[in-house]
């Protein structure tokens, strides 16, 4: 396999900026001096705890415990290994990547499956966008399908690349063929239908999509990991999914549906204040929205919203307006998603407007503009006034009975938000909508709690997950611990150290321990590579995220050296005075079997006594 330079690692961290790189995936603000923070996108928090440093190239969250530099940072959100993250960064930042000399570079059998499947999207994307374009009756019949039935500007085509598939699938299988995507990408894209067992061919490449308008889904990122196709005219009547309206691509190893929303990729950089996402359910509305100049608009990928997008939305932005068809099926879709939404901590809006009997987002836009958006946004109801009006519409003529009921709906939808504080508001406005004293709703919802966990404590205990922790409690404190991070900061501690502190004096049974060996066995030979270059150096996950959590944050320390003889005394300690006691027992049990006799015991004793008082002077070499 081929093997990246260390140089060339190097040279990717010293060109490519962190921040630009965690933008991508988490909305930074400035958090003092150089360094910003946002939320974490390794766990869900509401309060910003994640933090990123520029200046040294490390991010760390102070809530989970995660940290490291650009490359572990696109490993563990695109779920890489090194050498496609240094791939993907070398691609995305124009940073040519070297291999060592005899390794070769990467071919697309040994490119990972992952990038390869991302670079076999975007060129179907280009594929299907020209067949769009093109001055042929499939082209004329699209471009007329979309500007004058669904009467979308052509320009917008460009923008999102909008693509067409005719009767027999575009001639997509013999591009990709003739372009070397291997057997296995074309098998796990998902745009084929292909028999096991059969190599692939023009032929026996089968498109899943035939006949259809193709909209490019794209992640967060901006990349394409899939498609919508819509249905046309021109939709072969022996398509599988011939009367579906809509068909997305199947899951592969780069799209999960409910991990994703529909233009996120632009929308997140649109979003702030006075400006919340806007929620729409499907890819033509989401579009329609940009259309009229409404930039953050998302949707789903045809599929009820989940947790996952919903903790995406979050890193970006708090607030989400939302705008379903006001049918009775777009309501209950917005009851199944208003928990969801106050459990991730979203502000939620339901968009409306008064007196219409069925609110059709794509409609209101292309007859109003964007005046359309600014008039539901004067009728919009909050998450619970929209909860309360779905559940009891005329709660004025409901019985007691009925109120009750409603009221036991809406606790199952407050329950679900964390705060006590925004529960307890939630409970005092709910009270209003349904006509209830605000006190007794209170109590009700206080005797629905109690009901919810006495019933959660009949159930079975799970195991619960494991805790993500950065660095062990039990060896944060340790001397390894301290000594590691003093050779991060202070290069000219490693050498002296490396003299003074014998190998058998270091616990190696954890992280810090098993790199302080290593780092003073480098500093020991004069091939330290310094603080910037340890990749090399760093054989885990575990290691790096130790090292990046080091460094991160600078030590206060007027004395280095002074620090270090303590942490090198503690070492000494823990190493030589079990022995002495020992030693110490022995000697005042003469009756008891031991191996030495009690003058060599004795000189033992005084070897180590003198070793413990010898004073600890460590001085950085010149």
């Known amino acids: 396999m081929p093997v990246i330079k260390p140089t060339c690692v190097r040279d990717l961290k010293l060109r490519v900026n962190l921040a630009e790189v965690v933008s991508r995936v988490v909305t930074l603000r400035k958090a003092g001096g150089s360094r910003l923070k946002g939320l974490c996108p390794f766990h869900n928090e509401k309060t910003p705890s994640f933090h990123v440093d520029p200046d040294k190239g490390f991010y760390k969250c102070f809530g989970c415990g995660k940290a490291g530099d650009l490359i572990s940072f696109v490993r563990e959100t695109e779920q890489l290994d090194f050498a496609e993250a240094v791939e993907a960064l070398g691609k995305r930042f124009g940073v040519v990547i070297e291999y060592e000399e005899g390794s070769g570079g990467p071919t697309h059998a040994e490119r990972s499956l992952r990038q390869e499947i991302f670079d076999l999207h975007e060129q179907a994307a280009e594929h299907f966008h020209q067949a769009f374009k093109a001055p042929d009756a499939t082209g004329g019949f699209f471009r007329q399908y979309w500007q004058e039935q669904r009467r979308f500007p052509a320009e917008l085509a460009d923008e999102f690349k909008i693509g067409a598939a005719d009767e027999q699938g575009s001639g997509l299988g013999a591009l990709l063929l003739r372009k070397k995507f291997s057997e296995e990408a074309l098998r796990r894209c998902g745009l084929f239908f292909l028999h096991e067992g059969t190599a692939p061919s023009p032929h026996s490449l089968r498109p899943r999509f035939r006949g259809r308008l193709m909209i490019p889904i794209r992640d967060h990122q901006g990349r394409v990991v899939a498609f919508t196709a819509r249905q046309t005219e021109r939709t072969p009547a022996d398509d599988p999914a011939r009367e579906a309206k809509y068909v997305n691509s199947p ?93 991730a901590g979203l502000e939620v809006r339901f968009l409306t407007l008064e007196g219409a009997e069925k609110l059709d987002p794509d409609l209101l836009f292309l007859e109003r503009g964007l005046a359309g958006y600014d008039e539901v946004r004067r009728h919009a109801r909050t998450a619970i006034g929209f909860a309360c009006h779905a559940i009891l519409p005329e709660p004025s003529s409901a019985s007691p009975e009925s109120k009750s009921r ?200 005084s070897e180590l006594h003198r070793q413990l008082r010898q004073p600890l002077v460590l001085a950085a070499t010149v």
């Open 251 to 343: 899951e592969t190893p780069i799209f999960t549906k409910g991990n994703l929303l529909f233009n996120l990729d632009r929308a997140r950089t649109a979003v702030g204040d006075g400006r919340p996402f806007v929620l729409v359910e499907g890819q033509l509305d989401a579009l329609r929205c940009w259309s009229v100049g409404l930039k953050t608009a998302v949707a789903p990928q045809g599929t009820a919203i989940t947790e996952s997008q919903l903790v995406l939305l979050r890193r970006y932005h708090a607030q989400v307006e939302c705008f379903f068809d006001s049918d009775s099926a777009g309501q209950k879709a917005a009851l199944r998603f208003l928990p969801m939404a106050l459990k």
């Open 406 to 605: 409603a009221a036991q709906e809406i606790f199952a939808i407050v329950a679900a938000a964390e705060s006590e504080v925004a529960r307890a508001g939630f409970i005092s406005e709910a009270a209003g909508h349904l006509h209830l004293y605000p006190a007794a709703a209170q109590r009700d919802f206080s005797a629905y709690l109690a009901r919810l966990g006495r019933q959660a404590a009949a159930r079975p205990a799970a195991t619960p997950a494991p805790a993500v922790v950065a660095v062990p409690a039990n060896t944060a404190q340790t001397p390894e611990h301290h000594l590691l991070m003093l050779c991060l900061h202070f290069d000219e501690i490693g050498k002296p150290l490396s003299h003074h502190l014998p190998h058998d004096w270091i616990d190696v049974s954890h992280p810090a321990g098993v790199l302080l060996n290593r780092f003073l066995a480098e500093f020991e030979h004069d091939a330290w590579p310094g603080r910037d270059h340890l990749d090399v150096l760093l054989e885990t996950p575990e290691e790096r995220t130790l090292v990046a959590t080091l460094l991160f944050e600078a030590p206060e320390i007027d004395d280095p050296m002074k620090v270090a003889q303590e942490g090198l005394k503690q070492l000494r300690q823990r190493a030589l005075e079990p022995r002495l006691r020992q030693i110490e027992l022995a000697l005042a049990n003469p009756r008891a079997d031991i191996e030495s006799d009690p003058i060599s015991l004795l000189k033992e004793r």
